[in-house]
């Protein structure tokens, strides 16, 4: 077999024959958007786009610089391979790789924070986009000068002080309202430092929403090894990706807007309800089979889903969200559940249950308890979602896998005290109100949740899953 041959700009030219290459002068690419916190996903979507405007020779106005925030070992692998990585989209029909050349330079933050302002404030730069999660949106006046907030902050105030146009602020995390959200997080940051300031980025910079999808599990060793193999490309971190990819934006910018449009991605006045679609369904699912089929001793979303028990609960928890569901202009929702229920079933991608439980307290409440709430507002069924809370409260108690599902999430020392203390019996942790809001007062939901636990507890969540399917049928004690 013939060796791998390392990624760099000198040897495009051979891959060309294996892989995607950009055909696209790199050289000519305006760096017209600095990207903060570039991870996997950033990498696998939004790069992706921008990229694509250039390969097909749209425009080459809207290259990319990438800032990163916690690896400097990014900066090492991009460094050496002149800012190129592979994206490979796999499913059981085919795999394809492509290299993505859009983005021309790479900084560290906490090593190159002059750097990054000099880009930020560079009026070439119309856009700033971010992934940086929600918690990075908070305020604290000790640690924002430093964070990616105080940056755009400092960068924002540099360029009104010079006259310069405003930079766009485009949020891209998983959060809903995520414009609305980083609009507060600038303006009241820059309000710490001088009203005025706080009054022109109110005034001047747009923040739209939007919505971001597409599966992109963690780089591993043995996914190198696949690149190296399949393509022959020695790439030190590759990204491996769904076919799937979806990219809803408010359409609304300050400083030009790029042509996303015409490679996928959707402009709308309003993304909120693409977003709760994807939310609701899709973020609803992951939630569920990440604690139901891990206690069921699944591993992989595939796996779960394999099972028809799982398989079965995966489609109708959607059905039983859908009513509560606004219509989404464009969207066909029989379909758009099928291409969930065949994202998840992807044996290529196998998203470790695991990572869908991280976390998990910042998104049980927007993903499933939302719903909750809706349905017994309206009076709807919502057995099956209170399944999906009782697993999470189980694995609080330490039932099953816990471990980096519990390490990395901020409320765990409030919760699992509350669950543990609790037993089957939720109303503890239903106290929390920062996490159930009114649910923690409905005696009647704290009866059909601690229900569900008890059969989980007794009978195995797949058991549970089963007497939920059939209608919530009473499991023997």
Known sequence: ??????????????????????????????????????????????????????????????????????????????????????????????????V?????????????????????????????????????????????????IGQLVEALDRRRRAGAEPFT??????????????????????????????????????????????ITPKTTVADREFVEQ???????????????????????FCNGRPPLDEVGAQFVDDVRPYALLKTRLLNASHCALGHLGSLAEHRRTDEAVEDPVFGAYAARLMDEVSPLLPRVPGVDLPAYKRTVLERLANPMIGDDLSRLRRNASSKIPTHVLSSISEARRLGLQHGLLTLAVAGWCQHLRGVGEVGASLADDPLAGLLQPLATEGGTDPRPLLGVRSVFGDLGEDADFAVQLEQALVDIDRHGARDAVAAGLAGGRTLAA
Do not use: K
Not at 106 to 125: C, I, K, M, N
Not at 230 to 252: K, L, M, N, Y
């Open 1 to 98: 077999m013939t060796a791998p041959v390392r990624l760099g700009d000198d040897t495009l030219g051979h891959h060309a024959a294996r892989v995607a290459v950009p055909t696209y002068d790199r050289s000519a690419l305006t760096p017209a958007v600095v990207h903060i916190s570039v991870g996997s996903f950033h990498r696998s979507h939004q790069a992706v786009y921008f990229d694509e405007l250039a390969q097909r020779g749209i425009t080459t106005d809207w290259g990319l610089t990438g800032v990163g925030l916690h690896r400097p070992e990014m900066r090492e692998v991009l460094t050496a391979q002149d800012a190129l990585y592979t994206v490979v989209s796999r499913s059981s029909a085919c795999d394809e790789a492509r």
């Open 169 to 214: 602020v485009l949020s891209c995390d998983n959060i809903p309202g995520n414009g609305e959200i980083a609009r507060n997080a600038l303006v009241s940051f820059a309000a710490l430092r001088d009203p005025r300031l706080a009054a022109w980025i109110e005034g001047s910079v747009a923040f739209p929403s939007s919505m971001v999808d597409r």
């Open 230 to 252: 399949e393509f022959g490309v020695a790439d030190r971190w590759p990204v491996i990706t769904e076919p799937f990819s979806q990219w809803v934006i408010e359409d609304s």
């Open 100 to 148: 993505v050349g859009v983005i021309g330079g790479y900084l560290f933050a906490p090593e190159d924070g002059s750097a990054v302002l000099d880009v930020l404030t560079d009026p070439r730069t119309r856009l700033a986009t971010l992934t940086i999660t929600g918690p990075a949106y908070s305020v604290d006046p000790a640690t924002s000068p430093t964070s990616a």
